[in-house]
């Protein structure tokens, strides 16, 4: 077991915990495994609901190869969990393991085991005396018997937890055991033999397929989006027309939003009051330790509010639908979009809509009626590419048109940049020209910060944009804040209308 960090121990000291923790969103208690790691955030893990585990995987175990693409399932990761299970009680982990959808535990161990029965892959002597040995699968390999089954690893960094947990689960839950084993000794097979005609997928392609499918519609009842449908969003979000007639409510937003559900209440929600103290305590500790914050764009008056946010502040609070849209408008930058090539954290995906939506208002164009958030964000989200990431790039082509240095080499990478800026710019994309913005780290380091934060799939104003006073010893490159005003842009075109003299000075 790791050990416990800090954090940690703070919420196991929490009174009642063990009421609060089942009151906990599913998505909060993500952020703390994030933070700490699974292995010690264990004891925790125990103290789940089953519908708080099944929302705690699906946001756990399935993983992008890159930010904005599809998710697939992990099965190294879905063997650390069973680690975690195993090691808090052979009894927890079997029941965890029970309450499970089982279409995902079968997905999940076929990946680290085949399973065979052990009637049909074990030797046997013919009637006339002659001895046929094993079936082929079962030669070389760690192999295990347990329950009449033959259990053979596919991947051995789990093989000895699956073991001991399978033994465990034939025990204690018999039923459940040998339903289980029949779902692996169906996607166990070798495959389906190519024969030229067919593209069909095998067993086990089709089986995650289906998982994916059923996680997908889950999430969609949660206000969760796609990566594909997140990324169809906003691109197109990026190029509506502001001289033209309003456009029409975007198909996956009606879709999304549509789908949303309520959760609902735990008995002891439903009763009131019970553990609500406990529960405020245990965010007072996440939110003291960062793992949580309030939306901004939420902040009552009362409270510390950022008066950048004024508008979308108002409108949320005088329009019911608001929050529903901004959770879709968050969840669909961090399923689909990019900040500085990685993907969204929740409270920056936050603070980008909210940032967006309020310079959408204030750019609302006249005649488009009846305003939303879904559309004032499409609005900002246009603004924002075509002065930020396209005037960045326009102003970046222009400055070093007739930059001149006297190393070759850097001359060389500041040409390169050019031509790749103006090729992008042409595609729609600039951002993709991000890697060879560090030519002009050679010059000017808050100018490449600056044009690093403008020319990006999600263009942000970074702190060296507007100097105060002496220029910084260190440039951090992450010190952005999203364009929430025209006073904003403003500072941006005042600050590229400087940007030849920046780089020549």
């Known amino acids: 077991m790791a050990q416990v960090p800090a954090l940690v121990r703070r919420l196991l000291e929490t009174p009642d915990i063990a009421r609060a923790v089942p009151r906990l969103p599913a998505e909060v208690l993500h952020r703390v495994i994030e933070r700490c790691g699974l292995d010690a955030c264990a004891d925790i893990v125990a103290l789940t609901t089953p519908r708080q585990l099944e929302r705690l995987l699906d946001m756990d175990l399935w993983r992008a190869p890159v930010p904005g693409a599809d998710e697939t399932l992990d099965a190294?990761?879905?063997?650390?969990?069973?680690?975690?299970?195993?090691?808090?009680?052979?009894?927890?982990?079997?029941?965890?393991?029970?309450?499970?959808?089982?279409?995902?535990?079968?997905?999940?161990?076929?990946?680290?085991?085949?399973?065979?029965?052990?009637?049909?892959?074990?030797?046997?002597?013919?009637?006339?005396?002659?001895?046929?040995?094993?079936?082929?699968?079962?030669?070389?390999?760690?192999?295990?018997?347990?329950?009449?089954?033959?259990?053979?690893?596919?991947?051995?960094?789990?093989?000895?937890?699956?073991?001991?947990?399978?033994?465990?689960?034939?025990?204690?839950?018999?039923?459940?055991?040998?339903?289980?084993?029949?779902?692996?000794i169906a996607l166990s097979d070798s495959g389906r033999e190519a024969d030229g005609f067919h593209q069909l997928l095998d067993r086990r392609d089709q089986h995650e397929a289906d998982l994916a499918d059923a996680r997908g519609e889950r999430r969609d009842r949660q206000g969760y989006v796609?990566?594909?449908?997140?990324?169809?969003?906003?691109?197109?979000?990026?190029?509506?027309?502001?001289?033209?007639?309003?456009?029409?409510?975007?198909?996956?937003?009606?879709?999304?939003?549509?789908?949303?559900?309520?959760?609902?209440?735990?008995?002891?929600?439903?009763?009131?009051?019970?553990?609500?103290?406990?529960?405020?305590?245990?965010?007072?500790?996440?939110?003291?330790?960062?793992?949580?914050?309030?939306?901004?764009?939420?902040?009552?008056?009362?409270?510390?509010?950022?008066?950048?946010?004024?508008?979308?502040?108002?409108?949320?609070?005088?329009?019911?639908?608001?929050?529903?849209?901004?959770?879709?408008?968050?969840?669909?930058?961090?399923?689909?979009?990019?900040?500085?090539?990685?993907?969204?954290?929740?409270?920056?995906?936050?603070?980008?809509?909210?940032?967006?939506c309020n310079l959408g208002l204030e750019n609302w164009p006249g005649g488009w009626g009846e305003r939303d958030l879904v559309t004032a964000f499409r609005v900002g989200w246009t603004v924002v590419h075509r002065e930020l990431c396209r005037g960045g790039a326009a102003a970046a082509i222009e400055a070093l048109a007739d930059l001149s240095c006297d190393d070759r080499d850097v001359q060389w990478a500041l040409q390169t940049l050019r031509r790749e800026l103006i090729q992008h710019l042409e595609d729609g994309e600039p951002w993709r020209a991000r890697q060879s913005l560090d030519a002009i780290l050679m010059l000017d380091a808050p100018a490449w910060a600056v044009l690093r934060a403008l020319i990006d799939e999600c263009p942000a104003m970074h702190a060296a944009l507007i100097p105060a006073g002496r220029p910084p010893l260190r440039v951090d490159p992450d010190a952005v804040t999203f364009v929430a005003r025209n006073s904003d842009l403003a500072a941006v075109r005042a600050y590229l209308a400087s940007l030849p003299a920046t780089l020549t000075g």
């Open 226 to 356: 796609a990566p594909a449908q997140a990324r169809a969003f906003l691109q197109a979000a990026r190029t509506i027309d502001l001289h033209g007639t309003r456009p029409a409510i975007d198909p996956i937003v009606r879709a999304s939003l549509r789908d949303i559900t309520p959760e609902p209440l735990t008995d002891e929600a439903a009763r009131g009051g019970d553990g609500v103290p406990s529960v405020d305590a245990v965010m007072e500790v996440l939110s003291d330790a960062g793992v949580v914050t309030r939306p901004r764009a939420l902040i009552g008056a009362g409270e510390t509010a950022d008066a950048r946010l004024a508008l979308v502040r108002a409108f949320a609070e005088s329009h019911l639908t608001s929050f529903e849209e901004l959770a879709f408008l968050a969840n669909a930058l961090v399923s689909g979009g990019t900040i500085h090539g990685r993907a969204f954290t929740m409270q920056e995906a936050s603070d980008a809509a909210a940032a967006t």
């Open 76 to 184: 190294a990761r879905f063997g650390e969990w069973l680690e975690v299970l195993l090691d808090l009680d052979p009894d927890v982990a079997v029941d965890r393991l029970a309450a499970m959808d089982l279409d995902l535990v079968v997905g999940g161990l076929a990946n680290h085991i085949a399973v065979y029965d052990g009637g049909a892959v074990a030797a046997y002597i013919m009637l006339d005396g002659e001895e046929m040995p094993e079936k082929r699968p079962l030669r070389g390999g760690q192999i295990s018997e347990i329950g009449g089954f033959v259990v053979k690893a596919r991947r051995s960094p789990a093989w000895h937890t699956i073991v001991d947990l399978l033994f465990h689960l034939h025990d204690a839950c018999p039923a459940f055991f040998f339903r289980l084993m029949r779902g692996v």
